[in-house]
């Protein structure tokens, strides 16, 4: 085979792709604070190969590949690089076991416990055609938004069952492929075991990592802002940061937009939304690989909201808000379903309360927990 500038053919995928195809054109590099901190082209790196290093620094959230002309995907290189990484023995992903969500404790399930979260008024795992499937991050660090949007539903479906189940996505962004398909075929059998027919979600992330997984299995996957009718009505004046799983397909963008304005809240763009939305620095987990750079990120994200005006920054991804919430000033950080159900709840103090599970001797004592093998 004639791989283009002797790029291996092993690990090839995109990495061939770009090898063979990138212009060198620059427009990735001025969108993406990792290559303009590499300092070279997709093309160059995919000819010497990127390393462990870029690999986990990369937030996978293919805003490269949204302003490529030609589509290519350098997130796909690095994607590729994790799972060659971890396969090799090259990175030590095995010190942060506590995000994976097939362990028996794992930290969203340590928050739950400690912080007295849980939904045993609900019908969880119990047998259904329609399901709640609202993520781990909202079940963990949004229990009143959770419930509330349960409630929304059981109107809809009074047999609604409810889920608290992670969809898996962190295993497959770490690159722990295998250990990922193992955890796709559990919840796939639990499914079945449910007779579930109607996956419903709430969060970016899951919907896109089941729908296609679930598909073959007959199991259809919804947004929870489908077909929603005027929710509470509000006239403030609202900026909304896209989630970037959304970004190639625009199916939360459009239907949380169409929501918000049906209930009468108006909407101002920030520049790069949709398609071309910048990160706010938690995928791909770099929060805690690289979170220098998640803070970068993070940062230049609440910049762009700030040159709106609005008074609110509203996401659809919990992960997103709480990213923003802990460090916007001027505005108010909520998710775009709090406005929707009239909630109020306050999302800045999270993520120094999960810090403070690891402070002083009880602090010790939950880290050693969490990182028992």
Known sequence: ??????????GAGPRRELAEKCTACGQCAASCLLLEEIGEAPLDIACRGATVEEAFSCSLCELCTAVCPIGLSPAGM???????????GEFPIDDYRYLYPDREL??????????NIHYQELPVDQEGEVAFFPGCTMITYGPDLTRAAFHHLAELWPGVTFLTDCCGKPLYQMGLKERGENFTAFLKDKLKKLGVRLLVT?????FYELRNRLAPEGIEVRTIYENWGP?????????????????????????VRKALRNSGYQLVE???????????????????????????LTDRRLEEASDTGAGILAGYCLSCVLNFARAAS?????????????QEEDYSEIKKRAKALFSGPEGEENWRRLMAE
Do not use: W
């Open 1 to 10: 085979m004639n791989v283009a500038r002797g790029v291996a053919d092993s």
């Open 78 to 88: 690095f994607a590729a690089k994790r799972v060659e990484a971890i396969a090799g």
């Open 106 to 115: 794992n930290i969203c399930k340590l928050y739950r416990e400690k912080c």
């Open 202 to 206: 709430a969060c970016p992330n899951c």
């Open 231 to 255: 929710g509470a009505a509000g006239t403030a004046l609202i900026t909304i940061h896209d989630s970037c799983p959304d970004r190639h397909e625009g199916i939360f963008a459009r239907q």
């Open 270 to 296: 920030m520049e790069h939304h949709g398609p071309n939305t910048f990160c706010c620095g938690s995928g791909g987990q770099i929060s805690h690989f690289r979170p220098d750079l998640a803070m970068a």
């Open 330 to 342: 001027g505005f108010r950080v909520r998710h775009v379903l709090d406005i929707l159900l009239g």
